[in-house]
């Protein structure tokens, strides 16, 4: 199994930048699909962002424009950058995995299995 453990949250102000990293360990990461969740409070957990197994990068429209996501080059360390910060943005920012179905990343990046504790971003 993999262990997910992000960091890189922090309080901004509206218009600043943040790049949260979430490290892997146990299991390469290279063998899921990862991605990026968050959750404010009151209100459903909504994603952000995946890079699947074959290495498809995507983004919801809530942050496409204005994010990035990115790796290490040694698939240990999985890093998201959002710029222009919302206070809409403001959530708890979680790292997750999924191990791929028939070589294929199927599921929406809100239901993968594996979640890390995540990280608080707040913007004001």
């Known amino acids: 199994d993999v262990q997910l453990v992000e960091s890189g949250g922090g309080s901004v102000q509206a218009g600043g930048s943040l790049r949260l990293s979430c490290a892997a360990s146990?299991?390469?990461?290279?063998?899921?699909?990862m991605g990026w969740v968050r959750q404010a409070p009151g209100k459903l957990r909504e994603g952000v962002a995946r890079?699947?197994?074959?290495?498809?990068?995507g983004y919801e429209d809530s942050v496409k424009g204005r994010t990035s996501i990115s790796d290490d080059g040694a698939k240990s360390t999985l890093y998201l950058r959002i710029d222009n910060l919302k206070p809409e943005d403001t959530a708890m920012y979680y790292c997750?995995?999924?191990?791929?179905?028939?070589?294929?990343?199927?599921?929406?990046?809100?239901?993968?299995?594996?979640r890390g504790q995540g990280t608080q971003v707040t913007v004001s």
């Open positions: 146990g299991s390469p990461y290279s063998n899921y699909c």
């Open positions: 997750v995995a999924d191990l791929p179905f028939n070589g294929y990343c199927g599921r929406p990046v809100v239901d993968f299995y594996y």
């Open positions: 890079v699947d197994s074959d290495g498809t990068i």
